[in-house]
Antibody, heavy 120, light 108 residues
Framework: EVQVVESGGGLVQPGGSLRLSCAAS????????MNWVRQAPGKGLEWVAN????????KYVDSVKGRFTISSDNAKNSLYLQMNSLRAEDTAIYYC?????????????WGQGTLVTVSS | EIVLTQSPGTLSLSPGERATLSCRAS???????LAWYQQKPGQAPRLLMY???SRATGIPDRFSGSGSGTDFTLTIGRLEPEDFAVYYC?????????FGQGTKLEIK
């Protein structure tokens, strides 16, 4: 069974930093991408960043470039998001997902999310 | 950046009826890499369709997707009570991998 579990959310002041973690297990893709997607309270989904499992490809949405850094530890199947210079508009549930292809079928597994609140 | 516009914003239907949800892209979606998700309150999104028309594993065949280029449709053939939720489309072909704003499917 695939499990994806996020941690590290919490309350932080504007301008502060927070590091999110995601532990994924139970999948056997040879190639996969890990993503961060966020959802502000009562709003829609926003893709934030992703990384290919070997670290060769990293992409960000413009609104977080220069402030957020995505990284991964292949040995631990773990994903991280270092968030600096946080703003009120970064307040959201942050979801981790794992996307891979097996036998020409796309699979995307999601965690239950971790809440980040940026407020003074 | 590709902008995805979903319509309608809210769709009110009864169980047993057919639902048609639209997703229009501001420019052609590379390789028809268009996905649909279902999200229920307090839950993570669930992948329904990928490649515009391929059903994800475990998704009932009352769900179907169609379209190419800039116009895509998710059809739910006969609504079950558990289908009432918010639905999102996503372009996963070109970064940033934007989502549409969502369509809320509610019980009439």
């Amino acid at each position: 069974e695939v499990q994806v579990v996020e941690s590290g959310g919490g309350l932080v002041q504007p301008g502060g930093s927070l590091r999110l973690s995601c532990a994924a297990s139970g999948f056997t893709f040879s190639t996969y991408w890990m993503n961060w997607v966020r959802q502000a309270p009562g709003k829609g989904l926003e893709w934030v960043a992703n990384i290919k499992q070997d670290g060769s490809e990293i992409k960000y949405v413009d609104s977080v470039k220069g402030r957020f850094t995505i990284s991964s530890d292949n040995a631990k199947n773990s994903l991280y998001l270092q968030m600096n210079s946080l703003r009120a508009e970064d307040t959201a549930i942050y979801y981790c997902s794992v996307a891979g292809v097996s036998s020409s079928t796309l699979y995307i597994y999601w965690g239950q999310g971790t809440l980040v609140t940026v407020s003074s | 950046e590709i902008v995805l516009t979903q319509s309608p914003g809210t769709l009110s239907l009864s169980p047993g009826e057919r639902a048609t949800l639209s997703c229009r892209a501001s420019q052609s979606v590379t390789g028809n890499y268009l996905a649909w998700y279902q999200q229920k309150p307090g839950q993570a999104p669930r992948l329904l369709m990928y490649g515009a028309s391929s059903r994800a594993t475990g998704i009932p065949d009352r769900f179907s997707g169609s379209g190419s280029g800039t116009d895509f449709t998710l059809t739910i053939g006969r609504l079950e009570p558990e289908d009432f939720a918010v639905y999102y489309c996503q372009d996963y072909g070109t970064s940033p991998y934007t989502f549409g704003q969502g369509t809320k499917l509610e019980i009439k």
